[in-house]
């Protein structure tokens, strides 16, 4: 089973729709949880930190589950320029981060 | 500039042959990472320098890749007698933190085709 899972997609919406991505991760003492976005052939860059209590940035919402290992980001009123890939991020103890293989999105006019 | 530089931005070699890829990262950034990612693909973790502790190499896919930092600073990551499932982008990252609240910053990548 793979450290970090996500759902590849592609996930194709409607501008102004709500979409809504999960990611699981298998080990229980992991600690700290990222979304990174990657827009396509270009690096990932941080979108947001997922915190316990769930937090919110603009159209972003993220949200973590420890007891069924998930965090979710929710995207509200979607806009053409969220098309790209969502990496989910996880960390463990002082290992490196380990990256999700993405879920990709596609917001249409 | 301010950023993670990475060079050579695309580097097409022989089989067999070895190549060097360089990384400078953010400056007075402590962490260090080298990743790579196939076509299509997640970012697959190679090797992590964190200060003068002794480096994570558990990523590593064979004893052909091996990478240093020197003077905590710059960092190499060399490939030796390559084939061509090495073909990927490899990407540098940097960060000033370590654990909780870690944010990297990633280099444009080395774009390796190994024909």
């Known amino acids: 089973r793979k450290e970090v899972e996500q759902d590849p997609g592609p996930f194709n919406v409607p501008e102004g729709a709500t979409v809504a991505f999960n990611c699981t991760y298998s080990n229980s003492a992991s600690q700290s949880f990222f979304w990174y976005r990657q827009d396509c052939r270009k690096e990932p860059k941080l979108l947001m930190s997922?915190?316990?209590s769930g937090n919110e940035d603009g159209r972003f919402t993220a949200q973590l589950n420890r007891a069924s290992q998930y965090i979710s980001l929710l995207i509200r009123d979607s806009k053409l320029s969220d098309s790209a890939t969502y990496l989910c991020v996880v960390t463990t103890g002082r290992r490196a981060l380990t990256f999700g293989s993405g879920t990709r999105l596609q917001v249409q006019p | 500039g301010a950023g993670v530089s990475q060079s050579p931005s695309n580097k097409v070699t022989e089989k067999g042959k070895d190549v060097e890829l360089r990384c400078d990262p953010i400056?007075?950034?402590?962490?260090l990472y080298w990743y790579r990612q196939s076509l299509g693909q997640g970012l697959e973790f190679l090797i992590y320098?964190?200060?003068?502790?002794?480096?994570?190499k558990s990523g590593l896919p064979s004893d052909r890749f091996s990478a240093e930092r020197t003077g905590g600073s710059v960092s190499t990551l060399t490939i030796q007698r390559t084939q061509q499932e090495d073909s990927a982008v490899y990407l540098c990252?940097?960060?000033?933190?370590?654990?909780?609240?870690?944010?990297?910053?990633f280099g444009s990548g080395t774009q390796l085709s190994v024909l």
């Open positions: 990252a940097s960060s000033s933190q370590t654990g909780a609240g870690e944010k990297l910053f």
């Open positions: 400056s007075g950034h402590t962490a």
């Open positions: 997922v915190y316990s």
């Open positions: 320098f964190q200060g003068n502790s002794a480096p994570d």
